[in-house]
């Protein structure tokens, strides 16, 4: 190629290079529906988190319950939210998300819908887990994963996703990850009936922020191609390493997001594992920092709002 071609093919590369970058950047802002505005992520615990603009509270996987746990309960004991701990925590929700129908993610929600009258999103086992305690088919949305609904204050994408390979991969050989909870259930249930149903990943849009939420330690990299979150919530105890370049393959598929969040990390928040869960993350910290170096990964204290703008 004679040097003046190359001059000018080099030029259309860089042209085109940048027409490229300035797509991704223009993505990442194209679901403002308005211009960002401050957005306060508080962390609840476990994959517990409460999302709200000025107007909106939305409740992601509440579990209070965790704190007042004493031991880890079996499948035969009666599930039973600890509502003095809910009330101390939630006065209000406008909406609650749920990623999948296991007791850490699903055990408080009924008892918050009910209260606050908020309207619980998720899977069939957790509409019908919340149908047990007598929440209304008004304030239930039953999602499959691929919807993408307008909610006016913001929207949501339901994304399809696979749940922690627990059991060293063998997951899916169990019941509690194939089977969806009945309808016919009522309450008082116990623990074995939260079965998890499936596993979703949201993204919400929302005061010109688009925040990607996980409930557990995997995901579809083809699903997550493409979205360009500004703050991702990635699940990040140790069941992520069952998982082939957990990090650095999520990191790429979403466009090496600004700030992350590490979610599902809190040894439950049994006080005496505080200390070893917060050095255990640091591992996680690490794992996004080196396939994305400019990423703001924030490890949240328990109940202590993160405002970002
Ligand atoms: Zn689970």
Redesign the pocket.
């Known amino acids: 190629m004679a040097t003046s071609k190359r001059v000018v093919f080099g030029a259309v590369i860089g042209l085109l290079l940048s027409l490229f970058s300035g797509v991704r950047a223009a993505d990442r802002n194209s679901d403002a529906t308005q211009s960002s505005t401050e957005i306060k992520l508080v962390y609840l615990g476990n994959a517990g988190w409460q999302i709200s603009d000025s107007r909106t509270v939305v409740l992601v996987d509440p579990f209070l319950s965790q704190f007042s746990l004493s031991r880890e309960p079996t499948g035969n004991d009666t599930a039973t939210p600890d509502t003095v701990a809910i009330d101390r925590r939630i006065p209000a929700a406008d909406y609650i998300f749920i990623t999948?129908g296991?007791l850490?993610?699903m055990l408080d929600a009924p008892y918050i819908a009910l209260k606050t009258g908020a309207t619980v999103i998720g899977l069939e086992t957790v509409a019908n887990i919340a149908r047990a305690y007598g929440v209304s088919d008004t304030k239930l949305i039953t999602v499959r994963g691929g919807e993408d609904y307008e909610f006016g204050r913001f929207s949501l994408r339901v994304i399809p996703s696979l749940?922690?390979a627990l059991r060293e991969k063998r997951w899916f050989n169990s019941l509690d990850a194939t089977a969806t909870a009945p309808r016919d259930l009522k309450a008082p249930l116990k623990v074995s009936a939260f079965v998890?149903g499936g596993s979703l990943v949201y993204l919400l849009r929302m005061a010109g922020h688009q925040i990607l939420i996980m409930g557990?330690m995997n995901y579809i990299e083809r699903e997550m191609e493409g979205l360009r979150p500004d703050i991702a919530l990635v699940g990040a105890n140790r069941q992520r390493r069952e998982i082939y370049d957990y990090a650095g393959r999520l990191m790429r598929a979403l466009g090496l997001p600004p700030t992350v969040l590490p979610t599902h990390w809190d040894a439950y928040g049994r006080s005496a594992q505080q200390k070893s869960a917060r050095e255990a993350v640091e591992e996680f910290v690490n794992e996004v920092k080196a396939a994305s170096s400019h990423t703001n990964v924030i490890v949240p204290r328990h109940f202590e709002p993160i405002m970002i703008k």
């Open positions: 999948h296991h850490d993610h749940h922690s998890a557990s």
